[in-house]
């Protein structure tokens, strides 16, 4: 005798919108650090910036799939942060990358649902 099939879905223990935008969090962080490294550490300050933001996003990541509030709040730290460092040596504010803006577009959209 075979045992009986169970044709119940699986159950994730975290939702969709999470995963999504932990995943979008981590694609946009891990290809800063890439970036950061690709760009070099001549102006280390600009290398210490962009490190601290792409660590920021896969902190998001990491925050978004456990549902957390403070992951929104990541993701706009790491967008302010190579921004607020144009503004001080006179360049002009960058847009954020339309990854970063899906997976901020996703949390918000859920924030009801966020801890």
């Known amino acids: 005798m075979t045992a009986p099939l169970d044709s ?3 159950i994730h223990s975290v939702p969709l919108p999470f995963r999504v935008a ?6 946009v962080g891990v290809l800063s650090v890439i970036g950061a490294m690709a760009i070099g550490m001549t102006p280390m300050l600009a290398f210490a910036i962009n490190l601290m ?3 920021a996003m896969c902190g998001a ?3 978004s799939w456990k549902g ?3 992951s929104v709040w990541l993701i706009i730290f790491a ?3 190579p921004n607020a460092n144009n503004l001080a040596f006179g360049a002009s504010v960058r847009p ?3 990854l970063m803006v899906l997976a901020l577009i996703t949390l918000v959209a859920n924030w009801n649902a966020l801890r």
């Open 96 to 98: 954020p990358s339309l």
């Open 79 to 81: 967008w302010a942060l």
């Open 53 to 55: 933001a792409a660590l």
């Open 61 to 63: 990541a990491a925050a």
């Open 68 to 70: 957390r509030r403070w």
């Open 22 to 27: 932990a995943g979008l969090c981590a694609v």
């Open 8 to 10: 119940s879905p699986p």
